[in-house]
């Protein structure tokens, strides 16, 4: 039976005598999980065939650990979380203990999933682990090579013919191939040489029996808490390919663990492993009269019980220490540093940040508040990863219908049909219910499942259309009937690496300007930027004089865009080369749109280069989007030669973008990012420019969406000075003020529309750009009339009092009412499309969606924030006391109250709203009619 539960006091481990001899156990007082899905697990097929259904129970209990588990044992601590399978039950003075049998597998801190590579490279050295998760896998040529066979080897196994695939999987790398400075002809030749023993070895298997082959599998393990990709999968068992050569007869040790995880997880699924192949690709390119030893390149090795334990108990280790936050020093495995690449490394990332390490220090230690800072916000990215593990677990926790209810998946999906594509790729058609949403979107990277994204038959597919119809590509023929979202850590990592690289490697000037020792510099020249706007022509002088840096505080509809393509104009015009980066895709491009404009005749079109997936990018932007497959000189100069680069501050992250750098880096939507995510992008240049209002939504952190658990060595209560939800932005708005200036006129809202915003939020300075925008309203809509709306409607700003109902997160009146509106809107000559409702739940946007046109856009405030509409209607389904995501953070309201042009309508139950000040005054606002307003 399962045994899960929260470590509730201290372990004791001692020795006893047995029939057996002398026999290690440790005792865990453990309070039992009541409800760990019970039902769920029994409707599964888990690793031990049967669940444990446990009683409620608040007693803790005691679970003793025999044995070699004693050394997991060793790492608990009250507050973490075990399972153990397969345990028995004892009974003892009436109550009922646990205990191992020679079954069980304990495992610490199950929900926290470690990745199959980082066990392997903890059995090399936990250091060498925690090494590269900080630094990130840089771009060099040994680890692209390996990808490339890999790639093959899949096709290989898809029959696809050897040729053809080496020369697609070479020109897809053509980018990264150049930037490496290597040739498509060399770099063919060597995998060339690798696949040989594939093709061979495959051919020898095809020969004595008919295989059942998968390439390239997902596994994720519920039971065991670790997830990973296996290579291949041949009649159940793990292949594991490795570029390298081995000479020996056996496989290498820590290849044989990184087969034993896949084993592991294969067998929860329902197989029975008992061997492990591994193949060493580079032993058929060995010439044989130089070499001796063992040159065959497929070792196979027998899966015993006691490898496939010592794995978990590896795994404990790595997830007892993430979940401790303590930091690896190398004492901890037989770590031989003088052989070690990363010895160099290791020591300098001791030396600065302090650290104990078995390779020892080199330098001086960063100043004291630097190290502060790195821990809180590396602390902070731990957290996020953290918060995306549990996102994992909701795959088995929930049930498909809250998955779906949650946006996380699309279920009930009608499989229609399997194709094979050209190269052995598999596209996959289904139809879904009429009125379905969720969070996927065309290009997203989802979990296909035939039912169960873990239990069943599950792949990693790519979106390729999604309407009625869904249209995915994959590596196997899942017939897809479900999709969940694929939740992925790459954030986390980029985040990692760029808080090291900012620290670690960063510029020292830069250093003391960000943490406030240095006051930054400016050399603004003379000149007049733009003439009908001092704010914006003030902040494009500021941008291109900052010596450090500059910050252009945009309240909404000022010009942001304009001003930084303006900015970026003359940054060119200096022969500077410019980075553009945002946090979203869509204001990389809508910047990049305006950017065109302004260097139209300036610098050619082919020297202004985006950055992208091409799902990312804009159709009318992917003729500037640089291809990534091709000769590897062209696509490498198509990208060096680029003045301007355009990229999210993501893709900034990425191996290829990491290897560029810039004079200046124009980053929008700074207020949305957090600090590690703005030195993705401005880490690569020397100086910046951050344009954003934090006045509007803060970055969004994963980690604070829900309930974790608190820090178990957080020992001081102190509260983080960093969290990760104040944006760099924000951060040297207070630290420099003086180094930003504020744009102050707005281009989008009537003057009666914006009045409260600019109170509230921006010390009454935001005023309407002219006239005309200030006396917008309906009426300059061709077709539409105000005269055709009912009185109370004609005012620009309108508020409509619906009484509430209980619910907390739906308003079935209020849905109904706007439904209403939106028909008022139409017959007074409105396209249904200009017209925008916002409510605060997902529940609230599903019921209204359900009331009105498909063509109303209808969402949650931080899906419309950099978004304008003419008609904004806000449904606050509010009750009693207020409470929800709109309510918590006063921004919001602001976002909400400034995407109109020319008319508002807030939704809401008056009586509630009262209750608090700043909608008090948001009511009084709205209920006054102006001057000017629509009264006969
Ligand atoms: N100095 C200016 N003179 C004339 N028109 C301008 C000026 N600055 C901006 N605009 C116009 O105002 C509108 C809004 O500008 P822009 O799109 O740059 O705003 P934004 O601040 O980026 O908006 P958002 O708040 O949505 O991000 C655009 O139509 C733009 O052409």
């Known amino acids: ?144 090579k390996g990808t490339i066979v890999h790639e093959v080897f899949g096709d290989l196994l898809r029959g696809r013919a050897l040729e053809e695939a080496i020369d697609a999987r070479v020109d897809e790398r053509g980018l990264e191939l150049g930037l490496l400075g290597e040739s498509a002809d060399a770099v063919s030749e060597e995998v060339r040489e690798n696949a040989a023993a594939i093709e061979g070895w495959l051919e020898q298997g095809r020969l004595t029996e ?7 599998q997902l596994l994720i393990s519920e039971t065991f808490g670790i997830r990973g990709r296996a290579d291949a999968v041949r009649r159940g068992a793990p292949v594991e390919l490795k570029t390298g050569k081995n000479l020996k007869k056996e496989p290498r040790f820590k290849d044989k663990v990184q087969a034993a995880c896949y084993a592991l997880m294969l067998e929860e699924h329902g197989g029975d492993v008992d061997v492990g192949t591994l193949l060493y690709t580079k032993n058929s390119a060995l010439d044989r009269n130089e070499e001796t030893g063992d040159l065959t390149p497929a070792k196979e090795f027998s899966m015993g019980d006691g490898l496939l334990k010592f794995v978990v108990r590896l795994r404990n280790e790595i997830a007892a220490t993430e979940v401790q936050g303590t930091v690896p020093t190398g004492y901890e495995g037989n770590a031989k540093c003088e052989y070690c690449f990363e010895q160099d490394t290791c020591m300098v990332v001791s030396g600065r940040l302090d650290q104990e390490s078995k390779a020892g220090q080199i330098g001086r230690p960063l100043p004291a508040d630097e190290r502060e800072y790195f821990e809180e916000v590396s602390r902070a990215i731990e957290a996020e990863r953290r918060a995306v593990h549990h996102e994992y677990a909701k795959l088995w926790e929930q049930r498909p219908q809250e998955r779906a209810d949650d946006d996380r998946a699309l279920i009930d999906l009608e499989f229609g049909e399997k194709r094979p594509l050209e190269g052995g790729r598999w596209e ?64 986390t990592d980029r985040l990692l690496a760029a808080l090291h690289d900012f620290l670690l490697k960063g510029d020292d000037r830069r250093k003391d300007v960000l943490f406030g020792r240095a006051d930054p510099t400016f050399d603004e020249p003379e000149e007049t930027f733009i003439d009908n706007n001092p704010a914006q022509n003030e902040a494009v002088r500021m941008a291109v004089g900052a010596e450090d840096f500059a910050l252009v505080h945009g309240p909404p509809g000022t010009g942001k865009t304009y001003t930084i393509a303006r900015a970026i104009r003359a940054m060119v015009e200096r022969g500077e080369r410019v980075l553009l980066s945002a946090f979203t895709n869509r204001a990389v491009d809508n910047a990049l749109e305006a950017l065109l404009e302004q260097l139209d005749g300036v610098v050619d079109d082919d020297r202004v280069v985006r950055v992208g997936s091409e799902s990312g990018v804009r159709t009318d932007m992917q003729p500037y989007r640089l291809e990534r497959a091709g000769d590897p000189a062209e696509r490498v100069a198509e990208l060096e030669d680029a003045q301007v680069v355009a990229a999210t501050t993501a893709t900034c992250g990425s191996r290829v973008m990491k290897a560029q750098s810039f004079d200046s880096a124009l980053v929008d939507e700074a207020a949305q990012l957090t600090e590690p995510g703005t030195f993705a992008a401005i880490t690569l240049a020397d100086r910046f420019v951050l344009v954003g209002d934090h006045e509007q939504l803060p970055p969004v952190v994963r980690s604070g969406d829900e309930s974790h658990r608190p820090e178990l060595t957080d020992g001081d209560d102190e509260p983080l000075g960093h969290d990760l939800t104040e944006s760099l932005f924000e951060r040297l708005v207070a630290l420099h003020p003086d180094s930003g200036v504020m744009l ?72 109904a009412r706007i439904a209403e509106l939106v028909e008022t809107y139409e017959a007074a000559g409105l396209e249904r499309s200009s017209i925008g409702v916002i409510a605060p739940f997902r529940a609230q946007v599903s019921e209204i969606s359900n009331h009105v046109p498909g063509d109303v856009t209808v969402d949650t405030v931080d899906r419309f924030q950099g978004s304008s509409q003419e008609v904004i209607i806000v449904s606050f389904t509010a009750t009693g006391s207020l409470e929800g995501p709109i309510f918590e953070d006063y921004r919001r309201i602001n976002v909400a109250l400034t995407r109109p042009k020319r008319a508002l309508v807030l939704v809401g139950d008056a009586r509630a709203l009262e209750t608090d000040p700043v909608y008090g005054r948001m009511l009084e606002w709205a209920s006054q009619v102006s001057v000017r307003g629509g009264r006969d």
Not at 56 to 68: D, G, I, M, Y
Not at 210 to 216: A, G, N
Not at 762 to 775: N, S
């Open 744 to 815: 102050d006129q707005q281009y989008r809202m009537n003057q009666r529309i914006q009045a409260f915003a600019s109170r509230e939020f921006y010390d009454g300075q935001l005023r309407p750009a002219t006239p005309a925008v200030a006396g917008r309203t309906l009426d300059d809509l061709e077709g539409a009339s105000r005269e055709a709306l009912p009185e109370s409607l004609r005012d620009p700003v309108a508020f409509v009092d619906v009484e509430g109902d209980d619910d907390r997160y739906t308003d079935s009146a209020e849905a």
């Open 428 to 491: 996959l058609r289904a139809e879904q219910p009429a009125g379905t949403t969720s969070k996927l979107r065309e290009g997203d990277l989802v979990l296909a499942s035939d039912g169960h994204p873990v239990r069943g038959n599950a792949e990693l597919a790519r979106i390729e259309r999604l309407d009625d119809e869904v249209v995915l590509t994959a590596d196997e023929p899942v017939e897809v009937t479900r999709l969940d979202v694929y939740p992925s850590e790459l954030t």
């Open 210 to 216: 008919e295989d059942s082959w998968r390439s390239e």
């Open 1 to 144: 039976m399962y045994v899960r539960g929260t470590v509730a006091g201290e372990v004791e481990r001692r020795s006893v005598s047995t029939k057996y001899g002398e026999s290690d156990l440790a005792e865990v007082p453990l309070r039992l999980d009541s409800d760990h899905d019970a039902a769920d697990r029994e409707a599964s097929e888990s690793a031990d065939g049967g669940a444990a259904v446990l009683e409620e129970n608040h007693e803790p209990t005691t679970v003793t650990l025999w044995n070699k588990w004693t050394e997991s044992a060793e790492l608990l601590e009250p507050g973490m979380e075990v399972l153990v399978t397969d345990a028995k039950t004892e009974e003892c003075q009436g109550k009922t203990k646990f205990a191992t049998t020679g079954e069980s597998y304990v495992v610490v801190e199950p929900s926290f999933l470690v990745n199959v590579t980082a066990i392997r490279n903890w059995v090399d050295c936990p250091r060498l682990y925690y090494l590269n998760k900080l630094s990130g896998v840089p771009l060099n040529y040994p680890v692209v």
